[in-house]
């Protein structure tokens, strides 16, 4: 088969906004694993875990739940019920080994 621009393109595949968000997710996992793992718990540990945590969670909304183009008021619910419980259990964990460490 002789290569024409048009069949070259359509062999190689391109990096779309999902696989990307995919490799964003995957890159996170692995840098929350190391510092979860590197040392004993610490409040600073957690609070860094709970922002990759709601950075992950926003991603997962928007792209992989299909939110992005949603009602803005389902997204806001969405979202903001993602937030608060996420935020609740870092505090509550950050708050546990704040005083643990007492």
Known sequence: ML????NYD???KK???T???WLGLVGLTLLSV???ESGPPSVMATFFICLIVLLKGRWIIRDFMGLRHAAPLTRWIITGYFFVMTSLVG????YL???ATQ
């Open 3 to 6: 290569q024409t621009p048009q």
């Open 19 to 21: 696989n990307l968000v």
């Open 34 to 36: 190391l510092v979860g």
């Open 91 to 94: 505090i509550f964990v950050g």
């Open 97 to 99: 080994q704040f005083t």
């Open 15 to 17: 990096l779309d906004r």
């Open 10 to 12: 359509a062999g190689r």
